[in-house]
């Protein structure tokens, strides 16, 4: 089966860019995460949808920050304008729904360096 | 105080020793215990899933929760350098609130051969 996929897995970009992270989740998975991991703060949620909603976006750090998820089987997350402070690993992380427990898969990460 | 504390190490153990990892944390309503394995540059993957207190094992891995003390451990009997990775605790309240999981930092930890 195939996992989270996560697109691009490096990215470095100038200061000011916009920078769009993509994943497409598990298919058959109703709930897709996206987390921010740093060696300060450890892995944090930003937001969660369930059933292509967003229902908790209270992570999401700043308005510079934004998340969609059109359809089952894609999200992306946004950032416009990007900040050196921004740079981290980024995971998108599925499950198959709400009462499935907190069996979430996580993919292998986006790299974003912002210089 | 941070809701989920977990000492970073670095942890080294040579190959076969016994790995004892460890959480502690300050909210009492959490009732789901989780421990993630995540390998350099690669995502977590969730190696054990407890509710509430009680011991669960799984090969060569048991995790421990004692939820009178706030205090959860995992270990690792007959380690081996495959083992080597950054451990990760996660906890979850019950309910509608199941999916926010809130992890600690991590112990890295390097089994030698």
């Known amino acids: 089966d195939a996992g989270v996929i996560q697109s691009p897995r490096h990215e470095v970009t100038e200061m000011g860019q916009e920078v769009t992270l993509r994943c497409k989740p598990i298919s058959g998975h109703n709930s897709l995460f996206w987390y921010r991991q740093t060696m300060m703060r450890g892995l944090e949620l930003l937001i969660y949808f369930n059933n292509n909603v967003p229902i908790d976006d209270s992570g999401m750090p700043e308005d510079r920050f934004s998340a969609k998820m059109p359809n089952a089987s894609f999200s992306t997350l946004k950032i416009q304008p990007s900040e050196p402070r921004d740079s981290a690993v980024y995971f998108c992380?599925?499950?198959?729904?709400?009462?499935?427990?907190?069996?979430?898969?996580f993919g292998e990460g986006s790299w974003l360096t912002v210089v | 105080q941070k809701e989920v504390e977990q000492d970073p190490g670095p942890l080294s153990v040579p190959e076969g020793a016994i790995v004892s990892l460890n959480c502690t944390y300050s909210?009492?309503?959490?009732?789901?215990f989780m421990w993630y394995r995540q390998y350099s540059r690669k995502g977590p993957e969730l190696l054990m899933y407890?509710?509430?207190?009680g011991n669960k094992e799984d090969g060569r891995f048991t995790a421990q929760v004692d939820k009178s003390s706030k205090y959860i451990s995992l270990f690792i009997r007959d380690s081996q350098p495959s083992d080597s990775a950054t451990y990760l605790c996660?906890?979850?309240?019950?309910?509608?609130?199941?999916?926010?999981?809130?992890f600690g930092k991590g112990t890295l930890l390097t089994v030698n051969p």
């Open positions: 407890t509710y509430s207190s």
């Open positions: 909210n009492s309503a959490f009732q789901y």
């Open positions: 992380a599925s499950r198959t729904g709400q009462l499935s427990g907190n069996t979430i898969y």
């Open positions: 996660a906890m979850s309240t019950s309910g509608g609130s199941n999916y926010k999981l809130t």
